[in-house]
């Protein structure tokens, strides 16, 4: 299935990319990953589904740059869920359905995932998930109400960061 990636710089935030395919979005890049998918870019001759493919990832890139900056609150745009394993498909919708600026913990979404004993295993399918932001990951939180993990760039502080962004918070954009 053919794919398209392109990156941006966000201030405050750093490099972010998208992958898209005709299904959809499948992979949020920040960090690491959009450093390694930059060194791997090159010009291709454009085709109509190139075309179209850049269009809905430069699409994508203004939603993410928006919602970085406090002026958006969901993502109207498909995903490509079937990009993903049955389990983590699963737990990753039930992640996403998680209203802005609310959290929910593991277990919850254990069971909003159809598998109430398995918040471990639901914790590691949310830290593979190739889509945070836009699949809200860092809305997850610990049973205690603590952060719990983060394998975003930045780790918690970055969590923190994205739920104080979603609480209002001014210095969040910054």
């Not at 990636?5 to 405050?12: E, F, H, M, R």
């Not at 075309?51 to 958006?72: D, I």
């Not at 399918?125 to 930045?154: D, E, K, T």
Request: net charge positive.
């Amino acid at each position: 299935m053919p794919r398209y990636t392109a990156l941006i710089d966000v201030p405050g935030w750093g490099q972010i990319g998208v992958t898209v395919t005709v299904k959809g979005l499948a992979a949020v890049l920040w960090g690491e990953s959009a450093t390694r998918a930059r060194r791997g870019l090159s010009g291709k001759a454009d085709t109509p589904t190139t075309a179209a493919l850049r269009c809905s990832a430069n699409r994508w890139l203004v939603h993410l740059q928006e919602y970085l900056s406090g002026h958006r609150r969901h993502f109207p745009m498909e995903i490509a869920w079937e990009t993903l394993p049955p389990f983590q498909r699963q737990v990753l919708q039930a992640v996403a359905a998680i209203p802005y600026a609310e959290t929910r913990t593991y277990g919850q979404i254990a069971a909003a995932s159809g598998h109430p004993r398995a918040a471990r295993a639901v914790g590691q399918a949310v830290a593979r998930n190739p889509m945070p932001l836009v699949i809200p990951c860092h809305r997850v939180v610990a049973a205690n109400g603590s952060l719990g993990g983060y394998s975003g760039p930045g780790g918690l502080a970055t969590k923190a960061r994205l739920l104080a962004l979603e609480q209002g918070a001014p210095e969040a954009t910054q």
